[in-house]
């Protein structure tokens, strides 16, 4: 710890500490517990992943009057006083990290969720946390962590415990902030740095628990963590591959060098189910990514639907989404959490729709697997689906030396953008981005490759994307609006209790679709969504907030 | 960039790229060094994150020792570990992604491990520290050359062909799904020869816009709007979506228009909508195929 921590430490920052009592805490653990309403306090905005919002302020007719309240582009200065939106008598910019100061991440795109509480936005971004104010967009503190460096690919958000904010570095911590200042608590290392991990994933609280996953591209192992929110201590871990000779999956794997190599990692936050203690997740792509001649089998629990137990960190079920997946889609995208109803019967269910262009609706609660549709029209790679609902890939859709056309491209049908769920239409929303590419084997080493290494993908075109509401009980798609030159858009998505859908067009708009018909009602061309629209009330006016790169915009309703 | 002229050596000179690649590892710390020599001037970016890990960030030992460490390798290692480290014919792990090699700074975690052995591995004695130490200094030298998304250094180059499929079987597909556009006598006369790389061919034919060298964008759409009152006008597409249409008429002219609420409507014609078509409908054998025979068309 360095020598500004340490005097934080000792003087424990006294006028804050001061101010902070007799208030409540910003996100008490069991508030998590409540479905999504005027606050926005976790990844989702609540523990089913639906971003189903209940305000009704604004409706299919009010929404064509949302005002542009405020813009802000973040403040990635590491130096002087930054708060109170340069007017001065902010906090200065709290400066933390193991690094040397040498590297300067002096930017980075929000590609994370904005949590908002009582008109405090907290946002992040790789190396940086902020507090604004909701309802100008005016800085409140900064953070910034200097880095050892890492994969500066992006912060998908942070969270709260209590008064705690914490978000994961690039270089592999979990930082414990002062929600109310921005002044460090603590951090703690949560996986190796040498190892050549870098970290991106928005914690996620459950009740005393923090889930904590991690990235990598170099072949190393996945996995899970639980930490104590209050101390940063390790609770447990759990490996998404098998790690020794008699791990449950190792079947599906050569050998326990391989299967320890074998990628499948935890880079999107899951979702909760209270009434078992399931935390539910997917995880990556098994490693070597393209070649997969040196790992046959089918790679268990990579491309994979997790349920863990919280308590324990022990998997209670699994589903594969992409058995031996070799095309890099990972499966790692947040599933959607909610009750239904399976030929005249209630189900407790979860839904996800996947990179491989697949839809899948499970049983939550015992794993079964209910509907299993490709959903994309163009996907190519797959034969048809097995008893078990997996797919069954087809061998001759990898990368071959004299190429192989394959739909979608690496970024998939979907991706990490969230997509949502409305349980008034009973309609799950998801991009179905279409493109093909020219997949050739370069490096035909039967031992496979490193990485995504090893293979040559040549963009062929994108023809036919579009957005689509998709019916949970058959993965059937009600209605289908195609993008203008089938472009693919890397957007998430939200729904609203008023029947509206917001997400990005591909061309710079954020727009608003009818719920029920697909109909477009608004849009504004502010850029490309580079995160989610959220919905909350500042105030009691409710606001539609997005991020673009470096930029939030702020809509409201006066 | 940093060892690109390994791509350039020819695959039998073992050595000398080895070497190649110790210079080339030498030059890319040069260029963090250099970098992280500019604190409180201007923006950095990290262009290349493979360089942000400590495998790449490391200093490296002299070529001196990485000399000796690459022969010490070759004589005590490689049967097991590989020429290129990524595993061998005795069946020895991927020394590049191996936790072992990862966590080692100069040689105190490989040497615990050489003098111990591990599983299959034989602990070994005779090595001296010195030793160790070379050879753990040419193991991170190779390693400070991986690329980026934790592919492999640039190894073996492999002279891959790509034209396997079947020349005549390709024309008889031209002629049957091309040759309403395309003539092997016309437009595509001498194609071969004017893109001489059968990757970027296929690539460019499948695409329907040449690709790599000489490559360009996809051919301009006409589009056609229709106003509310029956009057219209086409020209090259400039962008729409399903707000917005503009286009450049004619005579040059920029015209832009709303699409809500003006009863403006839009037809677009697509030049590569023949390619569209294509691309769900082929089998990679019939793409090879045409490949094939259009490499005859030099």
């Known amino acids: 710890m360095r020598l500004r921590h340490v005097l934080c430490v000792i003087v424990p920052c006294l006028p804050l500490a001061a101010a902070a009592q007799g208030q409540p805490v910003v996100v008490p653990p069991g508030a998590l517990l409540e479905p999504l309403g005027g606050d926005w306090p976790s990844y989702s905005g609540d523990y089913t992943g639906q971003r189903h919002s209940a305000l009704r302020q604004i409706d299919k007719e009010s929404v064509r009057h949302l005002t542009l309240a405020w813009t802000t582009q973040m403040n990635y200065s590491v130096r002087g006083r930054g708060g109170l939106a340069g007017a001065g008598g902010g906090f200065a910019t709290q400066v933390g990290g193991e690094g040397t100061g040498a590297i300067d991440v002096s930017g980075g795109a929000i590609k994370g969720s904005v949590l908002e509480v009582d008109g405090i936005l907290y946002v992040t971004a790789p190396d940086h946390a902020w507090a604004l104010d909701a309802r100008d967009g005016s800085e409140l503190w900064h953070y910034h962590w200097e880095t050892r460096g890492g994969t500066h690919i992006g912060s998908r958000g942070a969270a709260i415990w209590n008064d705690s904010l914490f978000f994961e570095t690039p270089d592999n911590y979990l930082v414990s902030l002062n929600a109310r200042t921005g002044e460090e608590n603590w951090h703690v290392e949560i996986a190796s740095f040498e190892e050549q991990y870098f970290s991106t994933m928005a914690p996620i609280v459950i009740g005393d628990k923090l889930m904590v996953g991690t990235g990598n591209d170099l072949d190393q192992p996945g996995f899970l963590q639980a930490f104590d929110p209050a101390t940063g201590e390790l609770l447990w871990k759990f490996y998404t591959v098998p790690m020794t000779a008699d791990s449950p999956g190792i079947e599906t794997w050569p050998n326990v060098d391989s299967a320890s190599h074998g990628g499948g990692q935890v880079w999107v936050p899951g979702v909760y189910d209270p009434e078992t203690n399931y935390y539910l997740f997917g995880t990556g792509n098994p490693s070597p990514g393209y070649t997969g001649a040196g790992r046959p089998g089918d790679n268990l629990y990579t491309c994979t639907l997790i349920a863990v137990d919280v308590a324990t960190g022990e998997m209670a079920w699994y589903f594969q989404s992409s058995p031996h997946d070799t095309h890099d889609w990972d499966s790692a995208q947040t599933p959607i959490l909610f009750d239904g109803v399976i030929d005249g019967e209630p189900r407790k269910l979860v839904s996800t729709a996947a990179r491989n262009g697949y839809f899948f609706t499970l049983d939550r609660v015992t794993g079964e697997p209910i509907v299993s549709v490709q959903y994309s029209k163009h996907a190519n790679w797959s034969l048809g689906e097995r008893d078990n609902g997996s797919p069954e890939p087809n061998p001759g859709k990898e990368a071959t030396i004299p190429g192989s056309l394959v739909s979608p491209v690496e970024g998939g049908v979907t991706n990490w953008q969230p997509s949502a769920f409305s349980p008034q239409t009973g309609l799950f929303y998801a991009h179905e981005n279409s493109g093909y590419n020219i997949l050739y084997l370069t490096d035909p080493d039967p031992r496979g490759s490193m990485g995504l290494g090893g293979k040559r993908a040549s963009f062929v075109g994108n023809l036919d994307s579009a957005f689509d509401a998709i019916d949970y009980r058959t993965g059937e798609i009600v209605w289908r609006h195609p993008w203008p030159n089938g472009v693919m858009v890397g957007a998430g998505v939200l729904t609203t209790a008023t029947g509206l859908v917001f997400t990005g067009d591909g061309n710079n708009n954020m727009v608003a679709f009818d719920a029920g018909n697909g109909e477009l009602l608004w849009h504004t061309r502010i850029g490309n969504m580079s995160n989610t629209p959220q919905t909350f009330l500042v105030d009691g006016r409710q606001h539609l907030l997005v991020a673009v790169g470096e930029r939030l915009y702020s809509f409201v309703l006066y | ?298």
């Open chain 2, 1 to 298: 960039m940093p060892c690109a002229t390994a791509k350039t050596t020819p695959p039998e000179q073992t050595m000398h790229k080895t070497i190649i690649w110790a210079a080339c590892a030498a030059s890319a710390f040069v260029g963090i060094a250099v970098a992280q020599d500019t604190t409180g001037g201007p923006r950095i970016e990290i262009a290349n994150p493979n360089a942000t890990f400590p495998a790449q960030q490391r200093a490296l030992a002299s070529a001196d020792v990485i000399e000796r460490g690459n022969g010490l390798y070759q004589v005590n290692c490689m049967a097991c570990h590989g020429r290129d480290l990524r595993g061998g014919d005795q069946g020895g792990p991927n020394l590049l992604r191996s936790d072992v090699v990862l966590n080692d700074v100069e040689g105190e975690v490989i040497g615990e491990l050489v003098r111990n052995g591990l599983n299959r591995m034989p602990a070994n004695t005779s090595l001296d520290a010195d030793a160790i130490r070379s050879i753990a200094g040419y193991i991170h030298s190779v390693l400070a050359t991986a690329q980026g998304q934790g592919a492999p250094p640039r190894g073996v180059e492999y002279d891959l062909d790509i034209v396997v499929g079947d020349a005549r079987r390709g024309e008889r597909y031209f002629n049957r799904e091309c040759a309403m556009c395309h003539s092997a006598t016309g437009d595509l006369a001498g194609i071969a020869t004017l893109i001489d790389d059968p990757v970027n061919l296929q690539n460019s034919w499948v695409a329907g816009r040449r690709q790599g060298r000489g490559g360009g964008p996809a051919p301009v759409q006409i589009v056609t709007v229709t106003q509310g009152d029956g009057s219209s006008v086409s020209g090259e597409l400039v962008r729409y979506d399903d707000f917005f249409v503009s286009l450049r008429a004619p005579d040059g002219g920029y015209r832009g228009y709303s699409r809500v609420g003006t009863g403006v409507t839009i037809a677009i014609e697509d030049p590569l909508a023949g390619h569209k078509a294509l691309w769900p409908e082929i089998e990679d054998d019939e793409m090879h195929d045409v490949t094939a025979y259009l490499e005859t068309l030099k």
